[in-house]
């Protein structure tokens, strides 16, 4: 039999269902639907919180063997440095045992002026204690996921702070566990506020640093900002509270073709090794709300009789 008339076709069994192509087409067009109606609805945002309920137990059973090496691991080699930090503290609790002597005058001394000036008192933030759990899994921000979620009273925007300074803001709550943007992502804006010369400006993750430092920016050139000046938190955002150190700068380079210098500063907090962090209330709950614009009243209407 000539080989050119034989039927390269398959049989109509496996001929079922439609082609690969139409697959590829189809599943293309539901995927691309799906990014586009997550962008401007976020109508998977109640998916993610289900998946990451339903996927709780299965990371707790897979992050046990990690914690139990890292422990294992941080135990000898946290022997020699043990030693070390006792010194430290002994200095520094020799430092601090003679601020002590002096803190209770000092708040009964602006107890006083605060209210002899009838200013508000100081706002009370509450906390709570978290752990880091791991990493996102994003690459392109600069995100850790903590144990503490919508159960435990975590609210979206909640400041985080370490033992150094402010580590991050939460940015998504799910119902266990909640996600923390570093302050060094390039997207988070922090105010804050120079400690010596008492100017505000706004620090930003540093895109060029691969994310281990901070950029203040829109300060002019001839500003008064030089290496070694510390950043805290201003308190006029309405989230942070007022004094918690940010940063510290590093350098400044002031360029005459630029109206602005370029300020490189290092985050104070651990935001490469955080392990346990503080999560902070909002301020702004605790904040008077705003008066209401006052109602102007209509204009006149043009050549109407009195």
Same mark, same amino acid.
């Given at each position: 039999?000539?080989?050119?008339?034989l039927?390269?076709?398959?049989?109509p069994?496996?001929?079922?269902?439609?082609?690969?192509?139409?697959?590829?087409?189809?599943?293309?067009a539901?995927?691309?639907?799906?990014?586009?109606?997550?962008?401007?609805?976020?109508?998977?945002g109640?998916?993610?919180?289900?998946?990451?309920?339903?996927?709780y137990?299965?990371?707790?059973?897979?992050?046990?063997?990690v914690?139990?090496?890292?422990?294992?691991?941080?135990?000898?080699?946290?022997?020699g440095e043990?030693?070390?930090?006792?010194?430290?503290?002994?200095?520094?609790?020799?430092?601090?045992?003679?601020?002590?002597?002096?803190?209770?005058?000092?708040?009964?001394?602006?107890?006083?002026?605060?209210?002899?000036?009838?200013?508000?008192?100081?706002?009370?933030?509450?906390?709570?204690?978290?752990?880091?759990?791991?990493?996102? &899994? =994003?690459?392109?921000?600069?995100? #850790?996921?903590?144990?503490? @979620?919508?159960t435990?009273?975590?609210?979206? *925007?909640? /400041? +985080?702070?370490?033992?150094?300074?402010?580590?991050?803001?939460?940015?998504?709550?799910?119902?266990?566990?909640?996600?923390?943007?570093?302050?060094?992502?390039?997207?988070?804006?922090?105010?804050?506020?120079?400690?010596?010369?008492?100017?505000?400006?706004?620090?930003?993750?540093?895109?060029?640093?691969?994310?281990?430092?901070?950029?203040?920016?829109?300060?002019?050139?001839? &500003? =008064?900002v030089k290496?070694g000046? #510390?950043?805290?938190?201003? @308190?006029?955002?309405?989230?942070?509270?007022? *004094?918690? /150190? +940010?940063?510290?700068?590093?350098?400044?380079?002031?360029?005459?073709?630029s109206?602005?210098?370029?300020?490189?500063?290092?985050?104070?907090?651990q935001?490469?090794g955080?392990?346990?962090?503080?999560?902070?209330?909002?301020?702004?709950?605790q904040?008077?709300?705003?008066?209401?614009?006052?109602?102007?009243?209509?204009?006149?209407?043009?050549?109407?009789?009195?």
């Amino acid at each position: 039999m000539p080989l050119g008339t034989l039927d390269r076709s398959p049989p109509p069994f496996f001929r079922q269902g439609p082609s690969a192509l139409s697959k590829l087409v189809f599943f293309s067009a539901l995927a691309l639907f799906l990014m586009v109606a997550d962008a401007r609805l976020g109508v998977t945002g109640p998916l993610r919180a289900a998946a990451a309920v339903v996927l709780y137990p299965l990371q707790w059973v897979v992050l046990q063997p990690v914690g139990a090496v890292r422990e294992g691991v941080g135990y000898f080699q946290s022997l020699g440095e043990a030693r070390r930090n006792e010194d430290l503290a002994r200095i520094q609790l020799t430092r601090q045992s003679q601020q002590a002597n002096q803190s209770e005058f000092l708040q009964q001394e602006n107890a006083r002026l605060r209210e002899l000036l009838n200013l508000r008192a100081r706002l009370t933030t509450p906390s709570q204690a978290a752990q880091v759990l791991y990493d996102a &899994a =994003d690459p392109y921000t600069r995100k #850790v996921v903590i144990d503490r @979620g919508m159960t435990h009273g975590v609210q979206a *925007g909640s /400041p +985080v702070i370490d033992e150094s300074g402010v580590l991050g803001q939460v940015t998504r709550v799910h119902a266990l566990v909640s996600e923390v943007t570093l302050l060094v992502d390039r997207d988070q804006p922090t105010p804050v506020l120079n400690v010596r010369t008492g100017a505000r400006g706004v620090a930003y993750g540093d895109p060029s640093s691969h994310g281990g430092s901070l950029e203040l920016r829109f300060m002019d050139g001839n &500003a =008064d900002v030089k290496a070694g000046d #510390v950043l805290s938190t201003s @308190g006029v955002d309405g989230v942070y509270p007022p *004094g918690l /150190p +940010v940063a510290r700068v590093d350098r400044v380079e002031r360029r005459a073709d630029s109206a602005f210098a370029r300020i490189h500063c290092v985050p104070m907090a651990q935001v490469n090794g955080a392990l346990h962090v503080m999560v902070l209330s909002p301020i702004n709950a605790q904040l008077p709300q705003r008066p209401e614009p006052p109602a102007t009243a209509p204009a006149a209407r043009k050549g109407s009789r009195k």
